[in-house]
């Protein structure tokens, strides 16, 4: 709330200005039930003609007036709410941004996207019209209701009686649409997830031929859909006659009593037309309130699931005095290193030394741990027991951008951006010259099939542009963390879709590379095999480690792996030997 309340401050002029015209439209309103008044007085009961030419020039001064005002008013309130929400969803997707990777295990993406979205713009109609029309119904009343007094005080309190009723019919209607609103944007969102993963996910639906399967679910919550719309419809209807009804009583008791008054000469004509006309102008803010509180409602509770954001730490930050070594060589060691997920033991004393420059690869079974120890170099995740060193400091007490500017890594799973082929490689890196880019692109076999293509580089990808295959989209994130000329090296089972020859190509061109600290994940031997280290783990330790040689002396579970993967090879040698 105080986040919006400064942003809103910023933007005072644009208020003020939005506000004025505001005021200024609503006081020259004021004058229009006045001079049809007059009209009917002077004019239609008294003849005095030269009159109408004057008050009909008022009049058409009044309406230009306002359409003036009213236009500024609007574009005021838009134009400054605007900027307002524009600033408010910057500072919002920046602390997203901010925050670290354990958020995003327990944040889902849809939700996330309605914090920046469907929320701010609740905060928006709040700010925006909200504002606005409680301002102007509220001066409205209070304005109307003193000239109303001073026109007639009986008459105004036989028709104040009323105002409670139709409060109580447009508060009791809201307070129903309220919770329809709820469950539609509840709804809403269930039917936005559904289409979005059918539609994301379409190649797997029409593969396994579940394309009826998936209409039916999205028909049965169309279906929903519709039945909380026709819902809220109905509410609508039973609640507006009530509405309409009670306002035109108020009418007709202004209609009989007033000409009661008139026919008594308590009134003239003139000053009843005028008091019915004033009188709309108290029954339209009472008819708004419900609107407008439940506006406000909805700002409020989306006001605090942003805060709840806002609030929220990024858990992996700067420590008081970060260091920030000049001299970078890419040492990493791991002593007596411990990660838990919630508890659960997922790393168990772990000891690595991997020199500037080696080559440690990790081997082991799906959900070994294997992705969970390389998340611990560049703090995407802290260890919770002993100690991970890089360049002799403790990763906690490095400078964070310093640290993750000197890892690169190759994520397991490979995200490209719905953009250009060179863009998702320089990956907004600056300083980046021509060779370097191009040099990165041959080491990663990118070059290779990108040449093929009439648009080269520019080819954008994803979504918008063509796919790629599996292999292709690998080369194209090695490639992006190639180009980042990082000290150290992270490959997360990069190679995976790759077939040999093309991975084999790669790792000599790594090695040409000299000087950079290499950590490789993969599951064929033929990846890790000229490692200075193979580690291979099970449920969180290393079980075994060594050279590719002194590996396959032990005969343990490298060995059976090297057996599984090179069976007909081995078999063969075997035979030969005897
Ligand atoms: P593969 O990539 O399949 O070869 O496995 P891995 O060796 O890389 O396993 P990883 O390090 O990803 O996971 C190790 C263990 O941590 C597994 O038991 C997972 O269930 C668990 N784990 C991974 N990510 C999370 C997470 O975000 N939350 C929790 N609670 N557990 C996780
Ligand atoms: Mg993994």
Request: aromatic share 10%; hydrophobic share 45%.
């Amino acid at each position: 709330m105080k986040r919006l309340w400064e942003l809103m401050k910023k933007q005072w002029r644009g208020y003020a200005i939005a506000i004025s015209a505001l005021l200024t439209a609503i006081i020259i309103d004021m004058y229009n039930p006045y001079f049809v008044g007059q009209i009917v007085d002077r004019v239609i009961m008294n003849g005095e003609m030269p009159y109408l030419k004057t008050a009909l020039l008022a009049l058409a001064a009044i309406t230009i007036g306002r359409a003036i005002l009213g236009y500024t008013k609007e574009y005021g309130f838009d134009v400054t709410s605007s900027k307002v929400i524009v600033n408010l969803r910057k500072k919002l997707f920046d602390q997203i941004q901010k925050l670290s990777f354990s958020f995003f295990d327990e944040n889902n993406t849809g939700e996330l996207m309605s914090r920046i979205k469907e929320d701010t713009e609740n905060i928006m109609s709040a700010i925006c019209y909200g504002i606005m029309l409680f301002l102007e119904q509220c001066i409205y009343f209070i304005i109307a209701t003193v000239i109303l007094f001073l026109i007639n005080w009986k008459l105004t309190l036989i028709c104040l009686v009323t105002m409670p009723l139709i409060e109580y019919v447009v508060f009791k209607l809201e307070r129903k649409i309220g919770k329809t609103y709820e469950k539609i944007s509840d709804q809403r969102a269930v039917l936005n997830t559904t289409a979005q993963q059918n539609i994301a996910g379409v190649r797997l639906v029409k593969a396994f031929g579940r394309e009826k399967h998936e209409i039916q679910k999205f028909l049965q919550q169309n279906e929903e859909n519709y039945k909380i719309n026709y819902e809220q419809a109905r509410t609508m209807a039973k609640y507006n006659p009530p509405i309409e009804f009670l306002s035109n009583v108020v009418l007709v008791l202004v209609i009989s009593f007033g000409g009661y008054f008139v026919i008594g000469g308590d009134m003239s004509l003139g000053t009843l037309v005028a008091f019915s006309n004033y009188i709309f102008m108290l029954i339209w803010p009472m008819r708004m309130m419900g609107w407008l509180t439940n506006v406000l409602a909805q700002c409020l509770a989306s006001i605090k699931k942003i805060e709840k954001i806002f609030n929220e730490e990024p858990l992996i930050k700067n420590c008081e005095n970060p260091k920030e070594p000049e001299d970078i060589r890419g040492h990493v060691v791991f002593r007596n290193v411990g990660f838990e997920f919630g508890g659960t033991p997922v790393l168990k004393d772990i000891n690595i030394d991997a020199g500037p420059g080696s080559t440690v690869a990790i081997m082991g079974i799906t959900g070994a741990g294997k992705s969970s120890l390389i998340n611990l170099i560049a703090r995407y995740y802290d260890c919770t027991a002993g100690n991970v060193y890089f360049d002799g400091i403790d990763v906690r007490d490095m400078e964070l951008s310093l640290l993750r500017n000197n890892v690169s890594a190759v994520m397991q799973d490979t995200f490209l951006f719905s953009d250009t082929i060179e863009e998702n490689i320089r990956f907004g890196v600056v300083g980046i010259t021509e060779e370097e880019f191009l040099a990165a692109s041959r080491d990663a076999q990118v070059e290779e099939f990108v040449s093929q293509m009439p648009d080269g580089y520019s080819t954008v990808i994803g979504e918008r542009g063509i796919g790629l295959s599996g292999g292709q989209k690998q080369r194209i994130s090695i490639a992006r963390a190639l180009i980042r000329k990082s000290k150290v090296l992270i490959m997360d089972d990069s190679t995976s879709a790759l077939d040999m020859g093309t991975e084999y190509a790669i790792q000599k061109a790594m090695d040409r590379r000299k000087g950079i600290t290499r950590f490789i994940i993969a599951h064929r031997v033929s990846a890790v095999k000229n490692a200075d280290e193979i580690l291979y783990f099970e449920n969180g330790e290393i079980v075994e480690r060594g050279t590719h040689d002194e590996l396959l002396g032990i005969r343990g579970r490298y060995y059976d792996t090297y057996c599984e993967q090179y069976r007909d090879y081995v078999a063969a040698l075997e035979k030969e030997v005897v």
